[in-house]
């Protein structure tokens, strides 16, 4: 089993930030990389960051520049730092992560339950 905790939703006025974290836990052997996701209402789910267990990132264009990704290995956490927040960036975001897993050494891949972001003009 495995839990990822997300955590620092919330509602900002543009212009602002944010800071979202997900903890992973559980039967993990190792992570080959954890990411963040967006849903927007009556959209599809979108990247919006990734993070390799090599700490090579990758963004979605509309986030490059506004939104960094990191990771704590040791805490098997990721982080998104989310500045210069603009309306559309509302949505719900959601953690996953890919992993190799104790035990039978599968290669797994397991979402958290999102946290909303709403950015208000």
């Known amino acids: 089993q495995v839990q990822l905790v997300e955590s620092g939703g919330g509602l900002v006025q543009a212009g602002g930030s944010l800071r979202l974290s997900c903890a992973a836990s559980g039967s993990i052997f190792s992570i080959n990389g954890m990411g963040w996701y967006r849903q927007a209402p009556g959209k599809e789910r979108e990247l919006v960051a990734v993070i390799s267990s090599g700490d090579i990132t990758n963004y979605v264009d509309s986030v490059k520049g506004r939104f960094t990704i990191s990771r704590d290995s040791a805490k098997n956490t990721v982080y998104l730092q989310m500045n210069s927040l603009k309306p559309e960036d509302t949505a719900v975001y959601y953690c996953?992560?890919?992993?190799?897993?104790?035990?039978?050494?599968?290669?797994?891949?397991?979402w958290g339950k999102g946290t909303l972001v709403t950015v208000s003009s």
């Open positions: 996953n992560l890919d992993y190799v897993t104790n035990g039978y050494k599968r290669h797994m891949n397991y």
